[in-house]
Protein backbone atom coordinates (compact mmCIF):
# COMPACT_ATOMS: atom_id res chain seq x y z
CA UNK A 1 0.00 0.00 0.00
CA UNK A 2 1.38 3.57 -1.18
CA UNK A 3 -0.14 6.85 -0.61
CA UNK A 4 -0.49 9.83 -3.04
CA UNK A 5 -0.75 13.18 -1.74
CA UNK A 6 -0.15 16.65 -3.84
CA UNK A 7 -1.09 20.22 -3.30
CA UNK A 8 -3.20 21.20 -5.71
CA UNK A 9 -3.72 24.32 -8.19
CA UNK A 10 -2.54 27.18 -8.07
CA UNK A 11 1.40 25.59 -7.47
CA UNK A 12 2.78 27.64 -6.09
CA UNK A 13 0.13 29.26 -4.38
CA UNK A 14 0.77 33.40 -4.39
CA UNK A 15 0.25 35.32 -1.25
CA UNK A 16 0.63 38.96 -0.63
CA UNK A 17 2.25 39.85 3.36
CA UNK A 18 -0.23 39.49 5.64
CA UNK A 19 -2.70 38.11 3.68
CA UNK A 20 -4.78 35.21 4.15
CA UNK A 21 -5.89 32.51 1.24
CA UNK A 22 -6.87 28.51 0.95
CA UNK A 23 -4.65 25.91 -0.67
CA UNK A 24 -6.04 22.25 -1.69
CA UNK A 25 -4.26 18.88 -1.22
CA UNK A 26 -5.21 15.72 -3.10
CA UNK A 27 -4.56 12.10 -1.68
CA UNK A 28 -5.37 8.59 -2.99
CA UNK A 29 -3.58 5.26 -2.53
CA UNK A 30 -2.17 2.21 -4.75
CA UNK A 31 -4.06 -0.96 -3.53
CA UNK A 32 -7.15 -1.67 -1.15
CA UNK A 33 -9.09 1.35 -0.42
CA UNK A 34 -8.07 3.09 3.04
CA UNK A 35 -10.69 4.14 5.70
CA UNK A 36 -11.40 7.11 7.17
CA UNK A 37 -8.94 8.36 10.14
CA UNK A 38 -5.69 8.34 8.14
CA UNK A 39 -3.12 11.63 9.84
CA UNK A 40 -2.37 14.32 7.39
CA UNK A 41 0.68 16.33 8.37
CA UNK A 42 0.66 19.80 6.72
CA UNK A 43 4.19 21.91 7.72
CA UNK A 44 4.28 25.18 6.23
CA UNK A 45 7.51 27.03 5.15
CA UNK A 46 9.03 29.81 6.71
CA UNK A 47 7.08 32.86 6.50
CA UNK A 48 3.97 31.02 6.35
CA UNK A 49 1.30 29.98 9.04
CA UNK A 50 -1.80 28.63 10.00
CA UNK A 51 -3.76 31.21 11.39
CA UNK A 52 -5.42 30.80 14.50
CA UNK A 53 -9.13 30.13 13.85
CA UNK A 54 -8.25 28.95 10.56
CA UNK A 55 -9.79 26.07 8.86
CA UNK A 56 -9.68 22.89 7.48
CA UNK A 57 -12.36 21.50 5.09
CA UNK A 58 -13.30 18.61 2.76
CA UNK A 59 -14.36 19.12 -0.78
CA UNK A 60 -16.60 17.27 -3.14
CA UNK A 61 -18.12 19.47 -5.82
CA UNK A 62 -19.86 17.07 -7.44
CA UNK A 63 -21.92 15.90 -4.76
CA UNK A 64 -22.39 19.42 -3.03
CA UNK A 65 -20.16 18.51 0.07
CA UNK A 66 -17.86 21.30 1.71
CA UNK A 67 -17.47 20.32 5.28
CA UNK A 68 -14.89 21.92 7.65
CA UNK A 69 -12.72 19.16 9.71
CA UNK A 70 -13.09 19.34 13.46
CA UNK A 71 -10.62 17.25 14.47
CA UNK A 72 -7.49 19.81 13.67
CA UNK A 73 -4.37 20.39 15.67
CA UNK A 74 -2.00 23.50 15.74
CA UNK A 75 1.18 24.00 16.79
CA UNK A 76 1.71 27.80 18.97
CA UNK A 77 3.23 29.16 15.82
CA UNK A 78 0.74 27.34 13.42
CA UNK A 79 3.59 26.29 11.42
CA UNK A 80 2.40 22.48 11.53
CA UNK A 81 -1.05 21.50 11.46
CA UNK A 82 -2.59 18.22 11.55
CA UNK A 83 -5.71 16.26 10.92
CA UNK A 84 -7.39 13.00 10.22
CA UNK A 85 -8.23 12.07 6.60
CA UNK A 86 -11.85 10.94 4.86
CA UNK A 87 -12.08 7.28 3.59
CA UNK A 88 -9.06 7.09 0.47
CA UNK A 89 -9.92 5.50 -2.27
CA UNK A 90 -7.46 4.68 -5.87
CA UNK A 91 -7.95 7.95 -7.21
CA UNK A 92 -8.70 11.44 -5.50
CA UNK A 93 -12.31 11.75 -4.61
CA UNK A 94 -12.50 15.87 -3.50
CA UNK A 95 -9.37 17.35 -1.79
CA UNK A 96 -8.95 19.53 1.67
CA UNK A 97 -8.67 22.99 1.39
CA UNK A 98 -6.33 24.84 4.32
CA UNK A 99 -6.49 28.15 5.70
CA UNK A 100 -2.70 29.87 5.17
CA UNK A 101 -1.58 32.82 6.06
CA UNK A 102 1.66 35.39 4.83
CA UNK A 103 3.04 37.38 7.65
CA UNK A 104 2.82 40.39 7.86
CA UNK A 105 6.55 40.82 7.49
CA UNK A 106 7.88 38.09 5.25
CA UNK A 107 10.10 38.55 3.00
CA UNK A 108 9.23 38.36 -0.73
CA UNK A 109 10.43 35.36 -2.44
CA UNK A 110 9.84 31.87 -3.46
CA UNK A 111 8.51 29.57 -0.34
CA UNK A 112 9.05 25.52 -0.49
CA UNK A 113 9.00 22.65 2.19
CA UNK A 114 10.00 19.94 1.09
CA UNK A 115 8.45 17.58 3.39
CA UNK A 116 5.62 19.95 3.77
CA UNK A 117 2.32 17.28 3.10
CA UNK A 118 3.10 13.91 4.60
CA UNK A 119 0.37 10.91 4.67
CA UNK A 120 2.12 7.24 6.56
CA UNK A 121 5.16 7.80 4.69
CA UNK A 122 4.79 9.82 2.24
CA UNK A 123 6.00 13.04 1.68
CA UNK A 124 5.60 15.77 -0.57
CA UNK A 125 6.48 19.37 -1.15
CA UNK A 126 4.26 22.50 -0.69
CA UNK A 127 5.27 25.42 -2.73
CA UNK A 128 4.24 28.86 -2.50
CA UNK A 129 5.31 32.64 -3.43
CA UNK A 130 4.83 35.45 -1.38
CA UNK A 131 4.34 38.68 -3.63
CA UNK A 132 2.77 41.90 -3.98
CA UNK A 133 0.27 40.70 -5.13
CA UNK A 134 -1.44 37.50 -5.20
CA UNK A 135 -3.22 36.18 -8.72
CA UNK A 136 -6.89 35.83 -9.29
CA UNK A 137 -7.72 32.32 -7.68
CA UNK A 138 -9.68 29.77 -9.81
CA UNK A 139 -13.55 29.27 -9.76
CA UNK A 140 -15.84 26.72 -10.15
CA UNK A 141 -17.13 26.03 -13.85
CA UNK A 142 -19.43 23.23 -14.66
CA UNK A 143 -20.05 22.05 -18.42
CA UNK A 144 -23.15 19.90 -19.14
CA UNK A 145 -24.84 18.60 -22.05
CA UNK A 146 -26.74 16.37 -23.75
CA UNK A 147 -25.66 14.49 -27.26
CA UNK A 148 -27.45 11.87 -29.41
CA UNK A 149 -26.03 8.77 -30.86
CA UNK A 150 -24.25 10.72 -34.02
CA UNK A 151 -22.68 12.87 -31.77
CA UNK A 152 -25.10 15.75 -32.59
CA UNK A 153 -25.37 18.27 -29.36
CA UNK A 154 -28.92 18.37 -28.00
CA UNK A 155 -28.48 20.67 -25.77
CA UNK A 156 -25.99 22.56 -23.65
CA UNK A 157 -22.52 24.40 -24.60
CA UNK A 158 -18.82 24.90 -24.05
CA UNK A 159 -18.25 21.46 -25.46
CA UNK A 160 -17.87 19.91 -28.99
CA UNK A 161 -18.09 16.22 -29.40
CA UNK A 162 -15.65 15.09 -32.22
CA UNK A 163 -15.72 11.75 -34.11
CA UNK A 164 -13.88 8.96 -33.41
CA UNK A 165 -14.32 5.26 -33.32
CA UNK A 166 -17.55 3.39 -33.09
CA UNK A 167 -19.20 3.73 -29.52
CA UNK A 168 -16.30 6.51 -28.32
CA UNK A 169 -17.76 10.28 -28.16
CA UNK A 170 -14.71 12.39 -27.50
CA UNK A 171 -15.83 15.76 -25.91
CA UNK A 172 -13.76 18.49 -25.67
CA UNK A 173 -14.14 22.06 -23.85
CA UNK A 174 -14.41 25.35 -25.61
CA UNK A 175 -12.29 26.40 -22.50
CA UNK A 176 -10.08 23.53 -20.46
CA UNK A 177 -10.12 23.71 -17.06
CA UNK A 178 -7.39 24.14 -14.79
CA UNK A 179 -7.22 20.60 -13.59
CA UNK A 180 -8.88 17.60 -14.47
CA UNK A 181 -13.01 17.70 -13.50
CA UNK A 182 -14.94 15.68 -12.23
CA UNK A 183 -17.70 14.08 -14.52
CA UNK A 184 -20.61 12.50 -14.57
CA UNK A 185 -22.76 10.93 -17.80
CA UNK A 186 -25.77 8.35 -18.23
CA UNK A 187 -27.29 7.29 -21.17
CA UNK A 188 -30.25 8.93 -22.93
CA UNK A 189 -33.55 7.31 -22.80
CA UNK A 190 -34.09 4.36 -24.86
CA UNK A 191 -30.44 3.32 -24.26
CA UNK A 192 -31.40 1.61 -21.13
CA UNK A 193 -29.71 -1.98 -21.77
CA UNK A 194 -26.43 -0.05 -23.19
CA UNK A 195 -23.46 0.45 -20.98
CA UNK A 196 -21.09 3.44 -20.45
CA UNK A 197 -18.24 4.85 -19.41
CA UNK A 198 -16.35 8.17 -19.08
CA UNK A 199 -12.64 7.63 -19.69
CA UNK A 200 -9.18 9.79 -19.98
CA UNK A 201 -10.71 12.98 -18.13
CA UNK A 202 -8.16 15.45 -18.89
CA UNK A 203 -8.29 19.55 -17.96
CA UNK A 204 -9.49 19.84 -22.13
CA UNK A 205 -11.51 16.69 -23.02
CA UNK A 206 -12.69 13.38 -22.03
CA UNK A 207 -14.17 10.61 -23.85
CA UNK A 208 -17.18 8.34 -23.35
CA UNK A 209 -17.88 5.09 -24.56
CA UNK A 210 -20.52 3.75 -24.68
CA UNK A 211 -22.30 -0.26 -26.06
CA UNK A 212 -24.66 -2.84 -26.09
CA UNK A 213 -24.64 -6.70 -25.07
CA UNK A 214 -21.01 -6.18 -24.86
CA UNK A 215 -20.44 -4.94 -28.69
CA UNK A 216 -19.34 -0.89 -29.18
CA UNK A 217 -22.27 1.02 -30.05
CA UNK A 218 -22.80 5.08 -30.50
CA UNK A 219 -25.49 5.45 -28.07
CA UNK A 220 -26.87 9.18 -26.92
CA UNK A 221 -25.99 10.50 -23.46
CA UNK A 222 -26.12 13.39 -21.04
CA UNK A 223 -23.40 14.29 -18.83
CA UNK A 224 -21.86 17.27 -15.99
CA UNK A 225 -18.30 18.03 -15.99
CA UNK A 226 -17.67 20.09 -12.37
CA UNK A 227 -14.13 21.36 -11.60
CA UNK A 228 -11.69 24.81 -11.24
CA UNK A 229 -11.27 27.27 -14.26
CA UNK A 230 -9.15 30.39 -14.47
CA UNK A 231 -11.34 33.28 -13.47
CA UNK A 232 -12.44 36.01 -16.18
CA UNK A 233 -10.14 38.79 -17.02
Do not use: C
Not at 41 to 53: A, E, M, S
Not at 60 to 83: A, H, P, T, W
Not at 157 to 174: M, S
Amino acid sequence: MAFHITQGNPNPLTLAPGANASFTIEVFVDGLPVGPGETIRVKLPQGLTFPPGGQVRYMKIDEGINEQLMDVSRELDGSLVRFKAKAIGNQPAGFYSVNVQALPDAAAGPRTGPDGLVIGTTTAALNFHIGAQQPPRPVERRVHGTVDANRNIISGDGFVVKPGLTGVHRVVFTEAFVSPPTVLATLRKGGERGTLSVESVDTGMFDVRTATNGVWTSLGFSFMAVGLAAPNP
